[in-house]
């Protein structure tokens, strides 16, 4: 279990923190997703944690979202602004990258994370499961709780606006 929670932790992080656009509310429904798991699933086949932790996550990320909104709501506060650097920004290019490759890289990363950001959450979901989890249509689906035909549709719309938004940077 423990080996699992470590390859799906950085994934997961990444999904949260754009869905949730917030890093410490990103790392906080992580760590719940990882304890629901372990309570509940781990005596279940390992076969079985992907998609488990995915539905998880996702049930996390709305919870915190609804939160959220509750508390904007009835306390009035403005969210505060993400202020924090991203860690994968800041993290140094392999050593033999050259300089310019390496900031054209970062900033298409950086476009594609701001329009994924710009995404509505299924599409969003869709999308990160798909191409950042690498997961099937019918892996997806059993996350997102939906049919095989949804997921295609809402990850199609995800890569149409994307390549719309990024043009010159879409590969």
């Not at 279940?44 to 996550?57: C, K, T």
Request: glycine share 4%.
């Amino acid at each position: 279990m423990n080996t699992f929670l470590a390859e799906v932790e950085g994934r997961a992080f990444v999904i949260a923190r754009a869905a949730l656009r917030n890093e410490a509310d990103a790392l906080d429904v992580i760590q719940e997703t990882m304890l629901r798991l372990v309570r509940k699933y781990a005596d279940r086949a390992s076969d079985e944690w992907r998609p488990l932790f995915y539905r998880i996550l996702g049930n996390c990320i709305i919870d915190q979202q609804r939160k959220s909104n509750v508390r904007r709501r009835v306390m009035a506060v403005q969210p505060a602004g993400d202020s924090e650097t991203d860690p994968v920004e800041q993290a140094p290019g392999h050593p033999g990258a050259e300089p310019d490759r390496q900031a054209m890289a970062d900033e298409t990363l950086h476009s594609l994370h701001a329009a994924v950001q710009t995404l509505p959450a299924r599409q969003q979901q869709a999308f990160l499961l798909r191409v950042a989890e690498d997961m099937n249509v019918t892996q997806t689906a059993t996350v997102m709780e939906c049919s095989t035909g949804s997921v295609k549709t809402h990850y199609s719309r995800a890569v149409h606006t994307l390549r719309k938004i990024l043009g010159d940077h879409w590969s």
